[in-house]
């Protein structure tokens, strides 16, 4: 096996040998290459929703089943297993070159992802089904050079952005539009179910089959902006947020009394400790672990939740920094409709800067630079969040300017359209562009969603963002120098040089 599509990668260079670092073991790394390189060489003829299906499932975290990666490249292939050699050749290409494709490649998945989620709801992207051939046979023509694929690599981030733009539609017009909501983190007594990943469609058939059942639903990870729809709020069973971030699984699942249901990334290899009681739907698998199909029928999951029978008393579990509730629901229809008083609150001083803090979050020690950022912030300034990363802070007080709250969590990882399109309307109040407006993001990436982000951010041309806990091991020293001449992008250093350089 050779995978180096997270943050997490061994030794900062790439996964090998018997097992990757997230519990991948080398049989699904290759069968993941097959699925790739199957769809790589039939773009031209596979439908969107297969290459929406194939790519989702190789994102890290999201499939550890070889029946359903077989399954996947059966339905695309007829037995012909040389297409495995279409992936391995881009991992032998020139340094800048497999850079470039693997950029895009990760890219690629990340957007499937959101397209996944845009379609179940019953929206499809008309560009998407041109780009994905496109971009797939850019990757697999040996012929390119870096010149051919740099621009490849930012309309990833462009198509990404129109991705974004289609499930922040397909989200609003079907659940309503967030509004701030507190969330708490105590689990009443009772039998629950807790879900987690980013699939709002899966909660909503989830709380519809739960109805008058006496099983109360929880939020886990970056499910928890759904408490900020009115769609969900009408659920009184859905009551708050079961944990913190997803690396943290399987100590805070560990003899639980409540069930689980992954319906997009981030699954760790379930432990013993509650492995009977975690299931999985759509892209999601993990061998042995019952599969939700399509029929979406979730009564294994609640039987389970019923016969474990939760906790005989209310339980909480606090946040990382003893917090007992968080907030969410700050989307960009919320935070333009107060926009007035924040131009104000920036013109009279009151709030001298906004930080963008945001991303993934995972079990590398460096991440603790992200929570100390967050509380060495200057009590004049206001922190957006998005996305898991926000775990590491997000049950601080900051407290409050002029009652516009000093921390706003605008939602899911593909929520970062909310944060662009706020940016853009400050730009304009402002009449300046993005980049001059007193904004600086601070970004912390995982997984490959974070990837295509970051590509939208540069193809709208913003600079200085800063990234951490470290560099993509995927980034050549060629392709690097690219993104630091053009974008002045910087990995982070600690929270006092980087918040003085900011702030000076
Ligand atoms: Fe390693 Fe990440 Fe690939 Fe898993 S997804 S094998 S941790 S690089
Ligand atoms: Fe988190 Fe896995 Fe990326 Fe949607 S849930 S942000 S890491």
Same mark, same amino acid.
């Given at each position: 096996m050779f995978c180096y599509q997270c943050e997490q990668t061994a030794g900062l260079t790439g996964c090998q040998g018997k097992t990757g670092v997230c519990g991948?073991?080398?049989?699904?790394?290759?069968?993941?290459?097959?699925?790739?390189?199957?769809?790589?060489?039939?773009?031209?003829?596979?439908t969107n929703k297969q290459i929406i299906g194939g790519l989702f499932t190789t994102l890290t975290n999201v499939n550890f089943d070889a029946e359903t990666i077989n399954r996947q490249i059966s339905s695309i292939i007829d037995g012909d297993k040389s297409y495995a050699s279409v992936v391995n050749r881009i991992w032998q290409a020139n340094e800048d070159v497999r850079s470039l494709k693997s950029l895009i490649l990760f890219g690629l998945r990340g957007i499937a992802a959101y397209a996944h989620h845009a379609l179940v709801l019953g929206y499809q992207s008309e560009g998407l089904t041109e780009f994905f051939p496109k971009a797939l046979k850019a990757i697999g023509n040996e012929e390119l050079t870096v010149n051919d694929l740099l621009p490849l690599t930012l309309e990833v981030g462009a198509e990404n952005l129109k991705c974004m733009e289609l499930l922040d539609r397909a989200n609003t017009e079907t659940f309503g539009c967030p509004h701030p909501a507190t969330v708490t983190q105590t689990i009443d007594a009772g039998p629950f179910i807790v879900v987690s990943g980013h699939d709002l469609n899966d909660l909503k058939l989830l709380l519809e089959q739960t109805q008058d059942q006496d099983v109360s639903i929880y939020t886990h990870g970056e499910m928890l902006p759904a408490h900020g729809y009115p769609e969900f709020r009408?659920?009184?069973? &859905?009551?708050? !947020?079961? @944990? *913190?971030?997803?690396?943290?699984?399987?100590?805070?699942?560990?003899?639980?009394?409540? =069930?689980?249901?992954?319906?997009?990334?981030?699954?760790?290899?379930?432990?013993?400790?509650?492995?009977?009681?975690?299931?999985?739907?759509?892209?999601?698998?993990?061998?042995?672990?019952?599969?939700?199909?399509?029929?979406?029928?979730?009564?294994?999951?609640?039987?389970?939740?019923?016969?474990?029978?939760?906790?005989?008393?209310?339980?909480?579990? &606090?946040?990382? !920094?003893? @917090? *007992?509730?968080?907030?969410?629901?700050?989307?960009?229809?919320?935070?333009?409709?107060? =926009?007035?008083?924040?131009?104000?609150?920036?013109?009279?001083g009151a709030i001298k800067h906004f930080f963008l803090v945001g991303g993934c979050d995972g079990a590398r020690a460096g991440r603790n630079y992200f929570t100390d950022f967050v509380k060495k912030t200057p009590v004049d300034t206001v922190i957006l969040t998005l996305a898991c990363g926000k775990f590491r802070f997000n049950d601080l007080d900051l407290g409050n300017i002029g009652g516009i709250p000093r921390l706003l969590d605008m939602g899911q990882c593909n929520d970062a359209y909310s944060a662009i399109k706020v940016a853009v309307a400050l730009a304009e109040a402002f009449g300046c562009g993005v980049n001059d407006l007193p904004l600086s993001l601070v970004l912390s990436w995982y997984e490959q969603k974070a990837v295509c982000i970051l590509l939208t951010l540069l193809h709208l041309g913003i600079r200085n963002i800063k990234l951490g806990p470290t560099l993509p091991a995927f980034v050549s020293q060629g392709v690097l120098k690219v993104l630091v001449n053009n974008f002045a992008i910087a990995p982070i250093t600690t929270p006092e040089q980087d918040l003085k350089e900011i702030l000076s």
């Open positions: 991948k073991s080398a049989e699904i790394a290759d069968l993941q290459d097959e699925l790739t390189g199957a769809i790589i060489s039939n773009a031209d003829r596979l009408k659920y009184p069973h &859905l009551k708050g !947020n079961f @944990g *913190t971030a997803w690396q943290n699984q399987q100590k805070e699942f560990a003899e639980v009394p409540g =069930a689980f249901l992954f319906t997009t990334n981030c699954l760790m290899p379930p432990k013993e400790t509650y492995s009977d009681r975690v299931f999985t739907t759509a892209q999601v698998g993990y061998s042995n672990l019952v599969h939700i199909d399509e029929n979406k029928d979730f009564s294994p999951v609640i039987g389970k939740a019923k016969k474990l029978g939760g906790y005989a008393q209310s339980h909480t579990i &606090l946040g990382i !920094n003893g @917090g *007992t509730k968080v907030m969410t629901g700050f989307g960009h229809g919320t935070v333009l409709s107060i =926009a007035g008083k924040v131009i104000e609150a920036v013109k009279s």
